[in-house]
C-alpha cells in the first residue's frame, strides 16, 4: 500500500513537484530548458541583445549540463565573430557583385574594370581571390570565389536586396523573415549541410521541418509561420536569381487533430452581451473612442490610429493605409460616431490624426502606431472580465481588440440575411477575401473600385443595417447616449424605403430606374 500511494502521490495529477535547481548558464523555458549566455556591454550595440538563449531539446537537467558545454562554446565564438561580422559581410557583398559583373559579361554586356584588355573577368577574379586567401584563409577564398562564379548563395546573402526592393514590408516581418532563415541556417550548421541556396532541395526542407518542428511538437502556427517566411523568400530570389526550385512550396506543419471535444481556440467576434460590458466599462476614453470607430465601421486597429482629418470628411471614412490592397476603402460614417468625429476634428489641420493623443514610435522601432492603445485595451478588457481561452496553456485569448471587427462583419452579414428581396443580390459583389481567416472573408464594405453614387448609398445602408434587431447595445459618445435597436428603428423606414418593396410590385417596380446598376441588382 505504502509503493502505492507513493506512486499516486508523484504521478497523479494533483501532486507536480517543482521544477529542479539548474546549473549555471540553464534556466527552465516552460517545461523545457534552455542555455543562456551574457553578451558583453561592448558587443550588445551589434548583437542587438544583452543575451543568447538557446533552447534544448532535452527535458533532463544532467542531460542538459552535458549539452551545454557545446552550445556555449559556439555562442561565444559567434560573440567573438561579432567583431568580425562587418568584414566577412563585406566579402559577399562584394562577391555577389562579382557574380553581377561575370553575368553582364555572359549576357554580351562589356564590364572593364582593369586597363589590360587581354585579362578577361574571371581571370582578374582568380588573381582577387589569391589576394583573400593570403589575407583571410583558404576557406574565405574558396567561398568567395564559388559565391562570385554563381555556384554557391548564402542563405541569408540576399536578405537585404529583397527588403530593399520590398520596402513596403513592415519592420516585424523582416524580423520573422530573418529569424526564420537563422534557424535554418543553425541548423545546417548542426548537421553539416553547406549553408548556401543551393543546398536546400525539398528533401533537406523536409529533414529540417521534421528536426526542427514536428519532432520538438513545435506550434503548427509557428512552424508554418516561418516556413511562409521562407517560401516567399525563395519565391523572390526564384524571380531574380533564377533558383530553379522553391523547396517550401506546399510545406506545412498541420494542427493536431483533436480525438475529443475539447474548447475551441478560434479567434471569434464579441457577443452582444460582451459589447455592452465593454462599451459601458471601458474607462479611458480614448480606448473607448476606439473601439466605437472600430465596432460601427469595421477598420483595423491600426487603421482607426491612421485616420486623419481629411479622411474624415463627406460623412465617410478613408482608409488610404492598409494591411491589402483591397483595404484601401471608403466606409460611410455611422451615425453615432457623427459626435465623436465632430469633437476630435473640432481646430484640427486637415494632415492632423484624428487621434493626436498617441505619440509617434521611434524610427525603427516595430511596435505599431497604436501599441500603446492595443495594449491599454487588452488591460480593460482583462479587467472587466472578458476573456476566453480554449484552455489552460492557450497564451492568447480567443477575443481581442480585432474582435470589434470580428463583430461588424457578423453584424453586416446579419443585416444582410434578414435584408428586402433584392438586397441580398448586392452582397456578392462586396464580398473580399481581404483576411486570411476564413470567418472574416466577408468583409462587406471593402469594394470602392465600383463607382456611383447608387453603390455607395447602398453600403451605407448595410452599415446601418447592422444595427441588431435582437440585441438592444448601449452606445455612449460624448454623453449621447443611443442603443442599435434605437439606430435600427430610426434607419429602418429608410431601407425599408428603398428595399422592401412589396413583392407584388416587382413586376412594376422592374419597369422603373433600378436604384442600383443592373449588374448588382
Not at 114 to 134: M, N, Q, Y
Not at 203 to 227: C, S, W
Amino acid at each position: 500500500m505504502g509503493d502505492e500511494l507513493g506512486d499516486t502521490t508523484l504521478e497523479g495529477p494533483f501532486f507536480q513537484m517543482a521544477p529542479a535547481k539548474l546549473g549555471k548558464h540553464l534556466e527552465w523555458h516552460g517545461r523545457r530548458i534552455r542555455v543562456v549566455v551574457r553578451v558583453p556591454p561592448s558587443l550588445v550595440p551589434s548583437v542587438g541583445k544583452t543575451k543568447l538563449k538557446v533552447v534544448l531539446e532535452t527535458t533532463d537537467p544532467l542531460e542538459a549540463e552535458r549539452e551545454k558545454v557545446d552550445v556555449i562554446k559556439s555562442l561565444r565564438a559567434s560573440l567573438r565573430g561579432e567583431q568580425r561580422l562587418p568584414q566577412a559581410r563585406s566579402l559577399t557583398t562584394e562577391a555577389l557583385e562579382w557574380r553581377d559583373m561575370i553575368e553582364r559579361e555572359a549576357a554580351g554586356e562589356q564590364v572593364v574594370i582593369s586597363a589590360d584588355e587581354e585579362l578577361d573577368l574571371r581571370d582578374i577574379l582568380g588573381d582577387h581571390v589569391d589576394d583573400i586567401e593570403r589575407k583571410h584563409g583558404y576557406n574565405a577564398g574558396n567561398e568567395f570565389a564559388e559565391i562570385a562564379l554563381g555556384r554557391a548563395t548564402p542563405l541569408g546573402a540576399l536578405l537585404d536586396r529583397w527588403f530593399t526592393e520590398k520596402a513596403d514590408l513592415s519592420i516585424g516581418y523582416k524580423e520573422d523573415i530573418r529569424r526564420a532563415v537563422s534557424r535554418l541556417e543553425t541548423w545546417c550548421g548542426k548537421n553539416r549541410v553547406p549553408k548556401t541556396v543551393e543546398a536546400i532541395t525539398r528533401r533537406v526542407a523536409g529533414r529540417f521541418i521534421h528536426e526542427q518542428y514536428v519532432l520538438p511538437r513545435e506550434h503548427h502556427k509557428t512552424a508554418n509561420k516561418d516556413l511562409s517566411c521562407l517560401r516567399s523568400y525563395w519565391r523572390w530570389m526564384r524571380k531574380r536569381y533564377d533558383i530553379t526550385d522553391n523547396p517550401w512550396s506546399e510545406q506545412s506543419v498541420e494542427a493536431p487533430r483533436r480525438r475529443t471535444e475539447t474548447a475551441s481556440d478560434k479567434k471569434r467576434p464579441f457577443t452582444d452581451d460582451e459589447v455592452t460590458k465593454l462599451l459601458g466599462g471601458i474607462r479611458l476614453k480614448r480606448e473607448r473612442d476606439f473601439s466605437l470607430v472600430s465596432s460601427l465601421s469595421g477598420l483595423r486597429l491600426e487603421e482607426v490610429a491612421g485616420l486623419k482629418v481629411a479622411d474624415c470628411a463627406d460623412d465617410a471614412l478613408k482608409v488610404r493605409d492598409s494591411k491589402t490592397e483591397s483595404g484601401l476603402r471608403t466606409v460611410p460614417l455611422h451615425p453615432s460616431l457623427k459626435p465623436l468625429i465632430t469633437e476630435r476634428t473640432r481646430a484640427k489641420a486637415p494632415d492632423d490624426y484624428l487621434f493626436d493623443d498617441l505619440g509617434e514610435q521611434r524610427e525603427g522601432s516595430k511596435r505599431d502606431r497604436s501599441a500603446p492603445v492595443s495594449q491599454a485595451f487588452t488591460r480593460e478588457r482583462r479587467r472587466l472580465k472578458v476573456d476566453e481561452r480554449g484552455s489552460a496553456d492557450q497564451r492568447q485569448s480567443n477575443i481581442d481588440f480585432h474582435s470589434w471587427r470580428r463583430w461588424f462583419i457578423r453584424k453586416a452579414v446579419e443585416g444582410i440575411e434578414r435584408g428586402a428581396v433584392g438586397y441580398s443580390h448586392c452582397r456578392y459583389p462586396w464580398w473580399s477575401a481581404e483576411d486570411d481567416d476564413p470567418d472574416e472573408i466577408s468583409s462587406i464594405l471593402v469594394a470602392t473600385k465600383r463607382g456611383g453614387r447608387a453603390f455607395v448609398e447602398a453600403k451605407r445602408i448595410c452599415l446601418q443595417l447592422i444595427a441588431s434587431r435582437a440585441h438592444s447595445v448601449s452606445v455612449s459618445v460624448m454623453g449621447l447616449h443611443s442603443t442599435a435597436m434605437g439606430c435600427a428603428a430610426m434607419l429602418e423606414s429608410r431601407s425599408k424605403l428603398l428595399w422592401d418593396a412589396p413583392r407584388e410590385a416587382s413586376a412594376h417596380r422592374s419597369r422603373e430606374r433600378p436604384l442600383l446598376p443592373t449588374k448588382l441588382r
